[in-house]
Protein backbone atom coordinates (compact mmCIF):
# COMPACT_ATOMS: atom_id res chain seq x y z
CA UNK A 1 0.00 0.00 0.00
CA UNK A 2 1.29 3.26 -0.95
CA UNK A 3 0.34 6.50 0.38
CA UNK A 4 0.28 9.83 -1.76
CA UNK A 5 -0.64 13.27 0.15
CA UNK A 6 -0.70 16.70 -1.76
CA UNK A 7 -0.39 20.00 -0.68
CA UNK A 8 0.07 23.61 -1.53
CA UNK A 9 -3.23 24.51 -3.27
CA UNK A 10 -4.48 27.48 -3.09
CA UNK A 11 -5.96 30.92 -4.51
CA UNK A 12 -3.94 32.52 -6.95
CA UNK A 13 -4.04 35.64 -8.89
CA UNK A 14 -3.65 35.15 -12.48
CA UNK A 15 0.08 35.14 -13.12
CA UNK A 16 1.42 34.17 -9.78
CA UNK A 17 3.06 31.10 -9.06
CA UNK A 18 2.22 28.13 -6.68
CA UNK A 19 4.27 25.13 -5.62
CA UNK A 20 2.74 21.39 -5.01
CA UNK A 21 3.94 19.29 -3.02
CA UNK A 22 3.36 15.15 -2.89
CA UNK A 23 4.72 12.96 -0.19
CA UNK A 24 4.36 9.40 -0.69
CA UNK A 25 4.74 7.18 2.12
CA UNK A 26 3.92 3.43 2.93
CA UNK A 27 5.65 0.60 0.47
CA UNK A 28 7.24 3.06 -2.32
CA UNK A 29 9.67 2.06 -4.78
CA UNK A 30 12.80 3.48 -5.87
CA UNK A 31 11.68 2.58 -9.65
CA UNK A 32 8.56 4.35 -9.74
CA UNK A 33 7.49 6.94 -11.99
CA UNK A 34 5.22 9.43 -10.66
CA UNK A 35 2.91 12.36 -12.79
CA UNK A 36 0.38 15.42 -11.89
CA UNK A 37 -3.05 15.60 -13.41
CA UNK A 38 -5.52 17.97 -12.55
CA UNK A 39 -9.61 17.63 -12.91
CA UNK A 40 -11.95 20.89 -13.51
CA UNK A 41 -15.24 20.52 -12.69
CA UNK A 42 -17.64 18.44 -15.47
CA UNK A 43 -14.10 17.51 -17.18
CA UNK A 44 -11.97 14.62 -17.84
CA UNK A 45 -8.92 14.20 -15.66
CA UNK A 46 -6.13 15.22 -17.56
CA UNK A 47 -2.07 14.88 -17.83
CA UNK A 48 -0.35 17.47 -16.50
CA UNK A 49 3.15 16.29 -16.12
CA UNK A 50 5.32 13.22 -15.47
CA UNK A 51 8.70 12.28 -14.28
CA UNK A 52 10.74 9.25 -14.37
CA UNK A 53 12.07 7.42 -11.44
CA UNK A 54 15.37 9.14 -11.40
CA UNK A 55 14.00 12.24 -12.29
CA UNK A 56 16.52 12.61 -15.45
CA UNK A 57 13.34 12.36 -17.66
CA UNK A 58 10.46 15.16 -17.47
CA UNK A 59 7.24 14.82 -19.41
CA UNK A 60 4.64 17.63 -19.97
CA UNK A 61 1.38 18.57 -21.81
CA UNK A 62 1.36 21.65 -24.11
CA UNK A 63 -1.48 23.38 -21.94
CA UNK A 64 1.21 23.98 -19.26
CA UNK A 65 5.20 23.28 -21.18
CA UNK A 66 7.12 26.80 -20.68
CA UNK A 67 5.33 27.27 -17.35
CA UNK A 68 5.32 23.80 -14.95
CA UNK A 69 8.22 22.51 -13.96
CA UNK A 70 8.00 19.04 -12.19
CA UNK A 71 10.61 17.51 -9.58
CA UNK A 72 11.35 15.07 -7.14
CA UNK A 73 13.36 13.73 -4.52
CA UNK A 74 13.79 10.40 -3.57
CA UNK A 75 15.31 10.45 -0.44
CA UNK A 76 12.47 12.39 0.62
CA UNK A 77 9.92 10.48 -1.82
CA UNK A 78 8.59 13.56 -2.72
CA UNK A 79 7.28 15.13 -6.28
CA UNK A 80 6.67 18.56 -6.68
CA UNK A 81 4.67 20.93 -9.06
CA UNK A 82 6.24 24.52 -9.19
CA UNK A 83 3.48 26.10 -11.42
CA UNK A 84 4.24 29.65 -12.82
CA UNK A 85 2.41 32.48 -14.73
CA UNK A 86 -0.60 30.34 -13.50
CA UNK A 87 -3.98 31.15 -15.98
CA UNK A 88 -7.60 30.78 -15.05
CA UNK A 89 -7.74 27.74 -17.30
CA UNK A 90 -5.33 26.13 -14.69
CA UNK A 91 -7.99 26.31 -11.68
CA UNK A 92 -8.51 22.25 -10.83
CA UNK A 93 -7.92 19.65 -8.51
CA UNK A 94 -4.61 18.79 -9.10
CA UNK A 95 -3.58 15.16 -8.08
CA UNK A 96 -0.51 13.02 -8.20
CA UNK A 97 -0.14 9.52 -9.09
CA UNK A 98 2.52 6.62 -9.04
CA UNK A 99 2.98 3.56 -11.08
CA UNK A 100 5.55 0.96 -10.61
CA UNK A 101 7.36 1.50 -13.90
CA UNK A 102 10.46 3.65 -14.71
CA UNK A 103 8.63 5.20 -16.86
CA UNK A 104 6.02 7.86 -17.11
CA UNK A 105 2.64 8.18 -19.38
CA UNK A 106 0.13 10.19 -19.94
CA UNK A 107 -2.75 7.86 -19.26
CA UNK A 108 -4.51 8.57 -15.95
CA UNK A 109 -5.42 4.67 -16.35
CA UNK A 110 -2.09 3.87 -16.34
CA UNK A 111 -1.22 4.89 -12.61
CA UNK A 112 -1.70 2.83 -9.46
CA UNK A 113 -1.61 5.06 -6.70
CA UNK A 114 -3.35 8.32 -6.16
CA UNK A 115 -3.52 10.90 -3.56
CA UNK A 116 -6.93 12.75 -2.33
CA UNK A 117 -5.82 15.80 -4.45
CA UNK A 118 -5.54 19.73 -4.02
CA UNK A 119 -7.71 22.28 -4.98
CA UNK A 120 -5.28 25.45 -7.23
CA UNK A 121 -7.91 27.71 -7.84
CA UNK A 122 -6.68 31.00 -10.07
CA UNK A 123 -8.63 34.18 -10.12
CA UNK A 124 -9.79 36.64 -13.11
Known amino acids: QVQLVESGGGLVQAGGSLRLSCAASGRTFSVSAMGWFRQAPGKEREFVAG????????DYADSVKGRFSISRNNVKNTVYLQMNNLKPEDTAVYYCATRKVPGPTRGPGEYDYWGQGTQVTVSS
Open 51 to 58: IDWSGGYR
